[in-house]
């Protein structure tokens, strides 16, 4: 039975293409408006040990970007931490930190943390900065601190904030040495944003 609508294949691939382009045109860009810059951020983490001295390190490499809403009223960060970026005094005490019975980074090789949509105008005078924490493989809920910040993402610029917290590491599997560790892991990044919406 013929069609009643005058179009063959070919003319109704075109159109099906050209009402994609029309759609994709009309829709907001999602590309990242600030890019967290690796070469100018950082992530510094402490465990108290013997509950006296305290060992840590510093993770060299950070990736990921603030996303803003399409009324640039709120915004959303996404960083990604490369374990075995991390330097420490002791190259010994980097093997172990680095093995599975802490960061495990062999089969963990990042620790990811999502925002929740953040008020822009919190960077200024600071706050809690809630989401969720990847670490090994392991999903949580974590709450940080967000510092006060001279950082108005709504102007475009290079700006820097500063995020500091503490998370459980049992809560993470990191169950071992719980005599001679604190469960208590201090983490602090410092994260510089360069402008990249496109």
């Not at 951020?41 to 996303?67: C, K, N, P, Y």
């Not at 990847?134 to 940080?144: C, D, Q, S, V």
């Not at 001279?150 to 500063?162: F, G, N, S, W, Y």
């Amino acid at each position: 039975m013929p069609s009643i609508f005058p179009w063959n294949g070919h003319r109704l691939a075109w159109m099906a293409v050209a009402l994609a382009g029309l759609i994709l045109n009309a829709l907001p860009a999602h590309a990242a408006d600030y890019r967290i810059n690796p070469a100018r951020s950082h992530a510094d983490f402490g465990v108290r040990l013997f509950w006296l001295s305290q060992i840590g390190g510093r993770f060299e490499e950070i990736d990921g970007d603030v996303t803003l809403s399409s009324l640039h009223d709120t915004a959303v960060v996404d960083a990604r931490i490369t374990v075995d970026s991390i330097r420490m005094g002791s190259e010994r005490v980097r093997r172990w930190v680095l093995a599975p019975e802490f960061f495990d980074a062999s089969r963990y090789p990042s620790i990811h943390f999502v925002s929740e949509p953040i008020a822009l105008a919190m960077l200024e005078k600071g706050g809690d900065l809630d989401g969720t924490l990847t670490l090994r493989g392991i999903t949580r809920p974590a709450r940080f601190e967000l510092l006060p910040s001279r950082c108005p993402l709504e102007t475009p610029q290079q700006c820097v904030i500063a995020v500091r917290g503490t998370i459980q590491r049992s809560d993470f599997g990191m169950n071992g040495h719980r005599t001679a560790l604190s469960d208590n892991v201090e983490l602090g990044l410092m994260i510089s944003l360069d402008y990249a919406k496109r």
